[in-house]
């Protein structure tokens, strides 16, 4: 009997440990999702918006770091390799209801300003498998490419305070000279992008 009572308890801790495993990992997922709020610092100089878009004045603008790596296509990308353009990274994975939201405005946009000197990017996080993603490219007519970075290690090599990890999507805009010029956490409006892209499009 107390062999038993000994395997019903371990047993009882076994089915806890998973359980409590699953709500955390399903807290993760659920925080993952961007709400809009930053969680941004004083560092960052980021001026908040009321339109959803915080940006940064050209005196207190710092370089973008290193974005590099292989699109969903398997091609080497280098944000640097567009210097000259306005570059628009854009943070998603297929999995995230409010990506699904934003698709085709970033589609939309992205044509209308590609010949603009605008460069939209997708960097593509916590998907599993590559054709998780393609097939959400496919699906929504996505114009541009996107880095494939399945455990979200690029997101970290922005400034602390300029994007929040848990925050998906996420959006940063990147000025002609490779600076961080602005940027949105959470979803965006066509009209919300296009107020991001256009003053950017207009400095030289």
Not at 76 to 92: E, F, H, M, Q, S
Not at 110 to 115: F, H, L, P, S
Not at 132 to 141: C, L
Not at 168 to 178: E, L
């Amino acid at each position: 009997m107390s062999a038993c009572r000994a395997l019903s308890r371990l047993t009882g801790r076994r089915r806890t440990a998973v359980i409590a495993t699953g709500i955390a990992l399903g807290a993760l997922t659920l925080s993952a999702c961007g709400d809009g709020t930053s969680g941004g610092s004083s560092q960052t100089k980021f001026v908040q918006g009321k339109d959803g878009v915080d940006t940064v004045p050209v005196a207190d603008r710092r370089p973008a770091p290193d974005i590099s790596g292989d699109t969903l296509q398997g091609k080497p990308l280098k944000i640097a390799d567009y210097k000259g353009k306005v570059v628009i990274l854009n943070v998603w994975g297929s999995w995230c209801g409010p990506c699904i939201a934003e698709a085709a405005n970033f589609s939309k946009v992205a044509k209308e300003t590609e010949g603009k000197g605008v460069q939209f990017v997708g960097i593509n996080t916590r998907d599993t498998e590559k054709t998780q993603a393609t097939v959400f490219e496919e699906q929504h007519k996505v114009p541009y490419p996107s880095l494939y970075d399945p455990a979200g290690k690029l997101m970290l090599r922005f400034p602390k305070g300029s994007v929040n990890p848990q925050s998906i999507p996420s959006t940063i805009a990147v000025d002609r000279k490779g600076r961080i010029a602005a940027r949105s956490i959470g979803p965006m409006t066509e009209d919300e992008l296009r107020k991001m892209v256009t003053p950017l499009i207009a400095e030289k």
